[in-house]
């Protein structure tokens, strides 16, 4: 799907209720959010009732990609005759921990995507592998190059749902507190304890040939 403007259009489910001053549409800080995460919830509902999937995703131009069993619920429920599953899909990143002087303004500082839309189940081959590719490079860039690639029975036993970034908005909050003047001389403590992920240093399995060296994408990582 080309990117064919800077920004998405808002529309009534993606413009927020609340702090309408920090929500975004624009397409490059959407991107950047999604692409710097690891994990998504996906939501959807069945039979009446709200359900909530931790779930690792991937991203190729305008279109997310998720992946399950075949026997998953989402995944069955996607592949169903009809016009395919809506869903919505959130990415959360906390970089910071916002320490008020009154209980009622303590925050963290977040950088988040919401998507609303309808996923469809993959069943093109070259596109479900290059769905498969994406998540495995979304996790650590260059992976999927320096791996076995799925065989035709685990193709077969993995299912991958599509969902185009068309609904979409960011929201984020920066900065510090923001106390009430006539707390400003209360004798507390108040500042931002920053947050961020820290990538440790790989530890190779036992079992790993030791000729086998760590790749550089994982030196730089």
Same mark, same amino acid.
């Given at each position: 799907m080309p990117e064919t403007t800077a920004a998405y259009e808002p529309t009534d489910r993606t413009v927020p209720t609340r702090s309408r001053e920090r929500a975004s549409y624009?397409?490059?800080?959407?991107?950047?959010?999604?692409?710097?995460?690891?994990?998504?919830?996906?939501?959807f509902v069945r039979d009446g009732?709200? @359900?909530?999937?931790?779930?690792?995703?991937? %991203?190729?131009?305008? %279109?997310?990609?998720?992946?399950?069993?075949?026997?998953?619920?989402?995944?069955?429920?996607a592949g169903q005759a009809g016009p395919g599953l809506p869903v919505c899909l959130t990415v959360t990143h906390v970089d910071g921990l916002v320490l008020a002087?009154?209980?009622?303004?303590?925050?963290?500082?977040? %950088?988040?995507?919401?998507?609303?839309g309808t996923a469809h189940q993959v069943t093109d081959p070259?596109?479900?592998r290059t769905a498969l590719d994406a998540l495995v490079d979304h996790v650590v860039p260059g992976r999927s %190059?320096?791996?076995?690639?799925?065989d035709a029975k685990e193709l077969a036993a993995t299912a991958v749902l599509r969902l185009d970034l068309e609904e979409v908005s960011a929201k984020v909050r920066t900065g510090? !507190?923001? #106390?009430? !003047?006539? #707390?400003?001389t209360l004798p507390y403590w108040t500042g931002v304890v920053p @947050?961020?992920?820290?990538?440790?240093? !790989?530890? !190779?399995?036992?079992?790993?040939d030791?000729?086998?060296?760590?790749?550089?994408?994982?030196?730089?990582?």
């Open positions: 624009d397409r490059a800080l959407v991107h950047s959010i999604l692409d710097e995460a690891y994990v998504c919830h996906l939501g009732a709200p @359900v909530v999937l931790p779930t690792l995703y991937g %991203r190729v131009g305008e %279109r997310l990609y998720v992946h399950g069993s075949t026997g998953s619920r989402p995944l069955r429920m002087r009154s209980a009622f303004h303590h925050s963290i500082n977040y %950088r988040s995507v919401v998507v609303h070259e596109e479900k %190059r320096d791996s076995r690639p799925a510090g !507190p923001n #106390d009430e !003047p006539e #707390d400003l @947050v961020g992920t820290v990538h440790g240093t !790989p530890v !190779p399995a036992d079992d790993l030791p000729s086998v060296t760590l790749p550089d994408y994982l030196s730089t990582l």
